[in-house]
């Protein structure tokens, strides 16, 4: 199983360029969240998704746009990137089984906006 | 006010040395915490969580809540140089779809 996989791991945009972040999952979980982490500030919430086809925004959502039309998949769009959205994005999940509590992360990806 | 605080550091510490890394956080409803550890370019692991107040201990790690004054915090005995990596503090919304809100996450480095 490769648990939670992110796509692509690096890349680099220019201002006003956009792209999607990929996040695939083989547990069959039914929560998926997108994180940011930055220098000093821990991760914060960008979107979540509760189930296929229903999302809800986090703590920071301006700028980003999401959609879960496949359970396993969960992406993660900026529509014109901007280099306050320089970062690094983690995916997770969860279960929705009563007493799960973790969240299993993915690997993470490196986003530079020049 | 942050939900969560947690002193960025970085913490350095000699081998074998006991480690003591703390939050605070700011409802009094929470009740789910979580420690996660996360290694260089790598994604956060969960380490450890409890439920309500009270300890819990798993080998060399021992996790604590104490709900009167809101704080929370993790030890480490015997400290070793695997240990180092950036421990986030985390309390999980039940009731926001399980979302986790982080501490900004303690830099521990175990010297040799």
């Known amino acids: 199983n490769a648990g939670v996989t992110q796509t692509p791991k690096f890349r680099v945009l220019k201002t006003g360029q956009s792209m999607t972040l990929l996040c695939a999952q083989d547990m069959n979980h039914e929560y998926m969240y997108w994180y940011r982490q930055d220098p000093g500030m821990g991760l914060r919430l960008i979107h979540y998704s509760v189930g296929e086809g229903t999302t809800a925004k986090g703590e920071v959502p301006d700028g980003y746009n999401v959609s879960r039309l496949k359970k396993q998949n969960f992406l993660l769009g900026l529509e014109s990137a901007a280099p306050s959205q320089t970062s690094v994005y983690f995916c997770?999940?969860?279960?929705?089984?009563?007493?799960?509590?973790?969240?299993?992360f993915g690997p993470g990806t490196r986003l530079t906006v020049l | 006010q942050k939900e969560v605080e947690q002193d960025p550091g970085p913490l350095s510490v000699p081998e074998g040395a006991i480690v003591s890394l703390n939050c605070t956080y700011s409802n009094s409803a929470f009740q789910y915490f979580m420690w996660y550890r996360q290694y260089s370019r790598k994604g956060p692991e969960l380490l450890m969580y409890t439920y309500s107040s009270g300890n819990k201990e798993d080998g060399r790690f021992t996790a604590q809540v104490d709900k009167s004054s809101k704080y929370i915090s993790l030890f480490i005995r015997d400290s070793q140089p695997s240990d180092s990596a950036t421990y986030l503090c985390?309390?999980?919304?039940?009731?926001?779809?399980?979302?986790?809100?982080f501490g900004a996450g303690t830099i521990l480095r175990v010297k040799s």
């Open positions: 997770a999940t969860i279960s929705r089984l009563a007493g799960s509590h973790e969240q299993f």
């Open positions: 985390a309390t999980l919304r039940v009731e926001y779809g399980n979302k986790l809100v």
